[in-house]
């Protein structure tokens, strides 16, 4: 099934990504052949937020991994609850071609459930008292107030699936943001066909959505790596910890390999002191915090701290003086995706998995 979706739907994947030329499946090799072959198995389809990052394998990888041992991987939690925890932190980033995806997924898998609710940031319309807890924690948690204001909402294991995939589309949401447009659907699509048109889409997902993947499996993909500190919310769960461990060691390498020194540690400073509040209406603070770098290195700059901090304000401009300066597709990924990560794992680091033990 995972093949015949994908040799279907792969034009128009193709044709949705922008700023780049992905790589196609009858042209891929190596790291990235393996990666589409299990996206497609367990997936059910070459999804475009994957597909996206073709142009730099390790990222590609390390992006599958995290979606794989999040989302799909068999675990405690439910992919119903999952897909509510995707659609509400993609709500909460802005991020509506995400939101469509994952709201349609979650109709095609609890039909009449709350995935409207969820997208419309509503947690406290939905009536199952559980499910509202994880909706309300996943809506907040993108800003160090939130984070700090709603309790673990499951026990321990469960949390930390939950918050797998919320770190995961953190990165995600920022990624889709920069190279891919506002829907699933071209936009020449009448206004009046996108709902039932994005309720058949819940439906053909159903059968790879309800059929869970075996945890770990995308792990041989990536050399193994220690957890970084502020990822030791994974801790006490073997496959996401190894999953997201491999993908911050991907990261970091594409980040020395396409981002310079001084823009790397000016995002480091800035994602310091940022509590997860959108910057501004404009983009006058980007340009404001670039300005102590050479000119040359502006560009990257402006692109990395707008990823990071505020994708959802990017714009053909961005890229466009990122590429006059640092031409080639590898360095565009590799670029947005040391900054999607560092932002998500800054996310991340604000996580509570556990509730802690009242005081003696």
């Known amino acids: 099934m995972g093949k015949l979706l994908t040799r279907v739907t792969l034009p128009g994947v193709l044709a949705q990504i922008r700023h780049v030329t992905p790589v196609r499946p009858d042209a891929a090799e190596g790291l990235t052949a393996r990666v589409y072959a299990q996206a497609g198995r367990d997936f059910g389809m070459l ?17 599958w991994g995290i979606l794989r041992e999040s989302l799909l991987a068999a675990g405690t939690v439910e992919r119903s609850v999952k897909e509510a925890v995707a659609t509400a932190v993609s709500a909460a980033n802005t991020c509506p071609y ?13 039909a009449g459930g709350p995935a409207r609710e969820i ?26 107030a939130g984070a700090a204001g709603h309790a673990p909402p499951e026990p321990p294991e469960r949390t930390r699936e939950l918050a797998a995939v919320a770190v ?28 039932p048109l994005m309720r058949m889409f819940g439906l053909v997902m159903r059968p790879a959505a309800r059929r869970a993947a075996a945890p770990g499996a995308s792990l041989v993909l990536l050399p193994p790596a220690p957890l970084p500190a502020d990822l030791a919310w994974a801790e006490g769960t073997a496959f996401i910890a190894g999953a997201f461990a491999r993908a911050a060691a991907a990261m970091d390498r594409a980040g020395r390999h396409s981002v310079p020194e001084p823009v790397r540690e000016l995002v480091t400073a800035e994602l310091s002191a940022w509590d997860g509040e959108p910057p501004g209406p404009s983009r006058a603070w980007a340009g404001a915090a670039v300005s102590a770098l050479p000119p040359g290195l502006r560009p990257a700059g402006r692109l990395a701290l707008l990823t990071a901090k505020a994708s959802y304000q990017i714009d053909p401009s961005v890229v466009a003086d990122f590429r006059a300066e640092t031409p080639g597709d590898r ?22 998995t556990t509730t802690p033990s009242p005081s003696p």
């Open 98 to 110: 995400c939101v469509d995806v994952h709201r349609a997924t979650m109709d095609g898998l609890v």
């Open 168 to 195: 995961t589309f953190q990165y995600l949401n920022r990624m889709v943001n920069v190279f891919l447009g506002e829907s699933l659907l071209p936009p020449q699509v009448p206004r009046r066909a996108r709902g």
């Open 47 to 63: 999804a475009p937020p994957i597909v996206l990052h073709s142009p730099a394998p390790e990222p590609l990888a390390a992006a």
């Open 331 to 352: 360095a565009l990924v590799e670029l947005t995706s040391w900054a999607s990560f560092a932002a998500a794992r800054r996310v991340g680091a604000w996580l509570r």
């Open 119 to 144: 997208a419309d940031a509503r947690a406290e319309a939905i009536a199952d008292p559980a499910l509202r807890r994880v909706a309300a924690w996943a809506l907040a948690r993108g800003t160090r």
